[in-house]
């Protein structure tokens, strides 16, 4: 737990680790590190477990959560490559900053339906999970996993 990244990375890497990113989750206002880390292998079966120490810790395939553009509110690209317009991922208005926003109704960007456009249960974000899921599994580009 109180191990860095760097220190998990030099103990792992006989076993094939390559990079170590923590997981943090967000409390009040704060990031607190949990006891969770992506671990990327040298390869691309994924080990059933990794020895830490005297302890073997289980691996599981990461699924990241789908990206979201925080201008537009679609899924897909970043703010940074954003062609679109200002949407509030409140009430769903166009040109119209969240942070301004009034509304009491939430209103979902990409599916209309009443819940913001970060929510997960949002049907299009349940669908983007999926084409990250299949991204995952089988090494495709966004696009390609999208098709599928």
Known sequence: MKST???ILEGL?????????RIFMKK????VATKHVILTFNTTKLPSTVKAGYIYCKTRLYIP???????????GHSKTACRG???CCKCASVDHLTSDCQSAELLCAN???????YSKDCPQWKKEKNIQEVRT???LSYYEAKKL
């Open 65 to 75: 959560n789908p990206i979201r553009c925080f201008k537009c509110q679609r899924f």
């Open 28 to 31: 009040g206002t704060s990031l």
């Open 13 to 21: 890497s006989s076993q094939g680790v390559t990079a170590v990113k």
């Open 85 to 87: 317009r200002q949407t």
């Open 137 to 139: 599994k089988q090494n």
């Open 111 to 117: 599916c209309k339906q009443p819940h913001s456009s």
């Open 5 to 7: 990244e760097e220190e």
